[in-house]
């Protein structure tokens, strides 16, 4: 026998709206005093009467749609009743039997392949209040997140590893990222995850043995990709051993994950639905969501997978770099633009006038690998030393485009393009201007090359003697001295092929 983990998930995804879910205080003002962004429909006061936030009931559709799954005609808010401090009506208002979603999925790339997750459904509800707990006991309720609109996704029972799960967090933070529904952020508390788990036995030949589905563990809360992989590998571990002991879980518990011990603290026996007595909420109407599908499938922006997928095949990119330049939509976004802009140049190409599919095919890809290396390295590596970010650098995609074909065209070598790299993301100056003004340009007179290439070796005669004795190798000193000595404006290749000719026939001498 071997045990097998069934994992499935519960998401709460916080919506990027104005305003809260039900009335009309802000819901993301950073660093607001406690309790300032509240009103007496935050706090429950008798009364008051909730109304549904029409921006949030567009997000939960638009995230149903980018999950697969069917848009409900007709859905309805539900109460669900449970007491604690951070719920000052003693219930709230969620979604029960008729969600916005349901029945949809998810597939994302995993090492063993793709991986299809079920989706179950996807409701709206509004957050709770912040409690803090102080050493002496007491507990202090913020109520300013208290109404913020969430979606609550809940998946199958389809994972089979914590990796799995991660990895589907991970794609799920990036639709809602691309859809602008969200920033998705765990450290901040915009998505937060409960991962359900248990295990079950196989036999040799694979075939469940006993239940499908024994008695879970909600472990709850869980606020980084880092907790839920390590929060369920333990709960894997402390499972395994019960069930060798003879005595698996026999009742659904909730636990916590406390990241100093690096385990997970039972918590209390977890609620079933009849504990919650959910009911309609009466003082909201059913929602007629039909003609708001219908709008919202027709400007559904392409997603993170489809645009890894377009980005292999029409700009010819490797996988991996499709996926790096994907994972950020602002980053994907220039991206685009700036073979928008290079499209141009290369049907230009006298050299490809009447070409073969071939060497189109071969061009295609030398300017793919080209973007995709001055984007993840060159780019990205000086926008991390300043602390930069791209969304708000001084560099246009049509100048980042200018670079490239400055590159490709061998008017600037790699040395020369990172300095005028650096000057476009100072002040946003066209890099022709800067190549120009700094005279950073390849060398292209040949004799002036080959002056500095005999004032070298000039300067060199030991180094140039060891080089006629046979030690090859210092070939590399000499092209590093003239690429110094001409300010990186000279062509490697060719400065390499004039110093191994010039050296040989001192040596001939």
């Known amino acids: 026998m071997s045990l097998e983990p069934v994992i499935g998930l519960e998401i709460h995804l916080q919506l990027k709206t104005k305003s809260k879910m039900f009335c009309g205080c802000a819901a993301h003002e950073q660093g607001a005093a406690p309790n300032a962004n509240v009103c007496s429909i935050c706090l429950g006061h008798p009364g008051t009467l909730p109304v549904p936030n029409a921006e949030a009931v567009r997000f939960g559709v638009m995230l149903g749609l980018a999950l697969n799954a069917e848009i409900a005609k007709r859905s309805k808010f539900d109460r669900k009743n449970y007491f604690y401090p951070d719920l000052p009506k003693a219930y709230q208002i969620s979604q029960y039997d008729l969600p916005i979603a349901q029945h949809g999925f998810l597939e994302f790339d995993t090492p063993a392949g793709v991986r299809r997750i079920s989706i179950v459904r996807a409701h709206l509800e509004e957050d709770a ?283 600037l070598n790699a040395t020369s393009a990172l300095t005028v790299l650096n000057a476009m993301l100072d002040d946003g100056a066209d890099p022709s201007h800067v190549m120009e003004d700094k005279q950073l340009g390849m060398m292209e007179d040949v004799d002036a090359l080959a002056d500095a290439i005999d004032r070298v070796i000039a300067q060199n005669p030991a180094e140039a003697a060891r080089y006629r004795a046979g030690e090859k190798q210092l070939l590399a000193f000499f092209v590093g001295q003239v690429m110094r000595a001409t300010e990186g404006t000279a062509d490697a290749k060719e400065t390499r092929n004039l110093l191994a000719v010039k050296l040989d026939d001192i040596g001939a001498e």
């Open 129 to 411: 209040a912040k409690n803090t707990h102080s050493g002496d006991g007491s507990t202090l309720v913020d109520f300013n997140r208290a109404g913020t609109p969430l979606v609550e996704t809940v998946t199958g029972p389809d994972f089979r590893s914590p990796q799995e799960a991660k990895l589907f967090l991970q794609e799920l933070r990036l639709i809602a990222r691309y859809l602008g529904v969200s920033d998705a952020d765990m450290e901040k508390g915009h998505l937060r995850c409960d991962a359900n788990i248990s295990l079950r036995q196989r036999d040799e030949a694979g075939n469940v043995v006993g239940k499908e589905f024994n008695p879970k563990t909600e472990i709850k809360n869980l606020n980084s990709f880092r907790h839920v992989e390590r929060a369920l590998a333990y709960e894997i571990q402390r499972q395994t051993k019960l069930w060798q002991a003879g005595s698996p879980p026999a009742v659904t518990t909730t636990r916590g994950w406390n990241d100093a011990k690096q385990v997970t603290v039972e918590q209390r026996v977890k609620e079933s639905e009849a504990d919650y007595r959910y009911f309609p909420e009466p003082d909201i109407p059913m929602l007629e969501l039909a003609a708001l599908a219908d709008d919202a499938r027709h400007h559904l922006p392409e997603l993170p997978a489809a645009r890894r997928a377009r980005f292999v095949e029409e700009y010819r990119l490797k996988p991996e770099d499709a996926r790096q330049l994907c994972d950020d939509p602002a980053l994907s976004d220039f991206t685009e633009r700036v073979f928008s802009e290079l499209q141009g140049w290369l049907n230009a190409l006298p050299e490809l006038d009447g070409a073969q599919d071939e060497q189109w095919e071969t061009e295609r890809k030398k300017l793919g690998r080209l973007v995709s290396t001055w984007t993840l390295t060159k780019l990205l590596g000086v926008l991390a030393e300043r602390a930069a970010d791209i969304r708000v650098a001084k560099l246009t995609p049509e100048h980042f485009a200018e670079l490239i074909t400055l590159i490709a065209t061998k008017k």
